[in-house]
């Protein structure tokens, strides 16, 4: 029997294609007191990534992803961050799925995702690794095949970083949101930040630049601290 569906949506009457899941979804929630929660999934080649957080205060409620395959109509996900069951982590869950255009669903569920974006217009779409850091013009990299690991995921519209350790299974933090590229500035707007909920709402503007494919980000953080950052891609 399959189990362990990590978001739930209903299934609804329609035939399975070969529409693929990469770009981002939206479901609404309801939380454990009645209060309106958002999900939002973001789906990369290979990666992937739910958080659930209140839908009006962007207070964050929880998170977990990790890797994703799909073979005909069912998928299979590794778990490597989960902070509602970290004990899952480095486990398989597999479930069938139906998608159509502007739907998402799961076999045997109770609610629906609607689609964002299918990944575009997305000039960063796609799983970045933290690689580096650059102080004082002196490169600092970073070995990320260790499991310690900072995972940024983007689809055409949203962002989410996440900071997990799949060894330990521990998770130290998560935000995201809305984001946009334009003439060489990428804009971040925070929906979510689970370390901070003072930071939502907050719109941060950096640098970018790609060379030889690392993704170079330059500006202040959301502590205002100055930092350029190299993300790499993470390859599936």
């Not at 929630?29 to 958080?51: D, L, P, R």
């Not at 970045?128 to 310690?148: Q, Y």
Request: no cysteine; net charge negative; proline share 2%.
């Amino acid at each position: 029997m399959k189990s362990s569906v990590y978001f739930a949506i209903i299934f609804l009457t329609i035939s399975v294609s070969a529409q693929s899941p990469i770009g981002a979804w939206e479901g609404d929630f309801k939380g454990a007191n009645g209060e309106e929660q958002k999900g939002v999934v973001i789906f990369s080649e290979g990666y992937q990534a739910i958080t659930v957080y209140n839908a009006e205060t962007g207070a964050f409620v929880s998170t977990n992803g990790g890797k994703w395959r799909l073979e005909g109509n069912i998928m299979t996900e590794t778990v490597e961050f989960d902070t509602k069951t970290p004990e899952r982590v480095g486990s398989e869950v597999t479930f069938d799925i139906a998608i159509t255009d502007s739907t998402l669903a799961i076999i045997g569920s109770t609610m629906i995702l609607k689609r964002i974006d299918d990944g575009t217009p997305g000039k960063l779409q796609g799983a970045w690794l933290m690689s580096g850091r650059i102080r004082d013009g002196v490169t600092h990299m970073r070995d990320t095949s260790i499991p310690r690991k900072t995972m940024k995921l983007l689809s055409g519209t949203r962002f989410q970083w996440i900071a997990y350790n799949t060894e330990t299974k521990e998770f130290m933090g998560t935000g995201g949101g809305t984001y946009n590229t334009e003439n060489g500035k990428y804009m971040e707007n925070i929906e979510f930040f689970s370390r901070d909920d003072s930071r939502v709402g907050v719109s941060l503007s950096f640098d970018y630049d790609l060379i030889d494919g690392n993704w170079h980000h330059k500006g202040l953080s959301s502590k205002g601290d100055s930092i350029h950052e190299i993300w790499r891609v993470r390859k599936p």
